[in-house]
């Protein structure tokens, strides 16, 4: 009997200095568990750019076709066998001419593409190569959610069913982890910005992947104040013909007090977020 009453006196003890209870249900708390790295490879006059967090892997465009055994070389660098989630922001050359490639020599999950089409033979390349894996390619809708580990991917656009530029189509996402925030743009111009401003949606971000390579046609006073950038990435290749990154949006980005890093000047752009803080890192070779 006394080992019975020290055994229930010890056991309130426990409870009382614990704040424990028999009756009490856990508290469910919202845990990071992993980090998310977001590389912005250098391929010259293109995009793309790969997404990591826990064992989930994201590829947004995949450069132009001259660059393609760069992006392959890049991802079997990097030990990526896999692609949980790849997204086609519009069917452009310069975003999609590795595209073929990745989905024939990587497994893939679900591809997303906006509903529209071209005749242009690196188009037809991809769609040749997921005919091969018996992939159909998925059309998504502003406010459609994509999960990759514990970061949450929102689409934004696009909002319209038809555009005269085809830039306009571009899929626009913005990734969530933790309390920090990406926005990837794609070639998305002016009327696309102005429509994903008028949905309201939250586009505060830490990071913009700056639209169309920094062309004046993109990066609006309005959407550069909206989504109020600490960081921005501009993907674009060395002396191209373009003129980008123009003149007029590095001064925008400059007067808004955003630190600008360019594939052209910094080669690949490394960011990692552990829900909280980033750090960045560069490689030219």
């Given at each position: 009997m006394k080992k019975l009453l020290y055994l229930l006196t010890s056991f309130a003890l426990i409870v009382a200095l614990t704040g424990c209870s028999l009756f009490s249900k856990p508290v469910a708390t919202a845990v990071i568990s992993n980090e998310l790295t977001v590389r912005y490879l250098d391929?010259?006059?293109?995009?793309a750019e790969i997404l990591q967090c826990g064992n989930q892997t994201m590829l947004i465009d995949a450069g132009t076709n001259e660059s393609t055994n760069t992006l392959i070389l890049d991802i079997k660098n990097l030990g990526i066998t896999r692609f949980d989630i790849v997204v086609a922001t519009h069917p452009h050359e310069?975003?999609?001419g590795g595209m073929d490639a990745v989905i024939n020599?990587?497994?893939?999950?679900t591809v997303y593409m906006p509903d529209v089409t071209t005749t242009t033979v690196t188009?037809?390349?991809?769609?040749?190569?997921?005919?091969?894996?018996?992939?159909?390619?998925?059309?998504?809708?502003?406010?459609?959610v994509l999960k990759l580990g514990d970061a949450q991917c929102?689409?934004?656009?696009?909002?319209?069913?038809?555009?005269?530029?085809?830039n306009n189509y571009s899929i626009v996402l913005k990734v969530v982890f933790g309390s920090n925030s990406f926005l990837?743009?794609?070639?998305a111009q002016t009327q696309s910005e102005t429509e994903i401003l008028a949905q309201g949606y939250n586009l505060k971000a830490d990071v913009l992947k700056v639209g169309h390579h920094g062309s004046d046609t993109a990066t609006s006073p309005a959407f550069l104040a909206a989504v109020s950038p600490k960081y921005a990435v501009i993907e674009v290749g060395e002396g191209n013909d373009y003129g980008h990154p123009h003149a007029v949006t590095l001064q925008k980005l400059a007067a808004a007090g955003?630190?600008?890093?360019?594939?052209d000047l910094n080669g690949t752009v490394t960011i990692t977020s552990n829900g909280s803080n980033l750090s960045i890192g560069t490689v030219k070779p």
């Open positions: 391929v010259g006059q293109g995009d310069d975003h999609i020599q990587f497994d893939i999950g188009f037809s390349d991809v769609l040749k190569a997921l005919k091969n894996k018996n992939l159909t390619p998925v059309h998504p809708k502003p406010g459609d929102t689409v934004l656009a696009p909002n319209s069913a038809k555009y005269t530029d085809m990837f743009t794609g070639d955003v630190t600008i890093y360019r594939t």
